[in-house]
């Protein structure tokens, strides 16, 4: 029996707007202790993904407080889902060919839970759901960097 992203993902998400400002999707992403929150249109739908990362590189670039930038300057508009009913080796093989680290899980359209390479891996761990190997090759995947690193001064 393969194994449904519904029995690893993670039920309870928390979300924010993309004209709330990015110092409410710092506080929650402080106050439940994660690295990205999923952005709802008005219909409710997943409109775009914010990420730890995205708060500080915004913070950077543009010099201002995150409580002057809207969420929708600084997310990810394209976002890949998964269903409930996929099987945690579609999910692995979805992080890994898209390189990310978490995917918002939904149904019919909503927003039902997220599944992270976190999930992946600890389900490795413990209950042996999941290919230890197959963990591993998406993570390395996922952190391999997006271009050459510079070359070191000689």
Known sequence: MKV???????RAVWTCRADDPMSVAARVMWEHDIGAVPVLGADE????IVTDRDLCMSAYFTGEPLAAIPVEH????VVFTIEPAHTVGE?????RSKRVRRLPVVDAGKLVGMITLGDLARA?????????????????AV???RRAPEAAAA
């Open 74 to 77: 600084a997310m990810s508009k």
């Open 4 to 10: 449904k992203v519904q029995e690893l993902m993670t």
């Open 45 to 48: 739908k997943i409109v775009g």
């Open 91 to 95: 999910a692995e093989q979805l992080m």
């Open 124 to 140: 490795a761990h413990t209950h042996k759901a999941v290919a230890a190997s197959d963990v591993n090759a998406a993570f390395a």
């Open 143 to 145: 952190v391999e960097p």
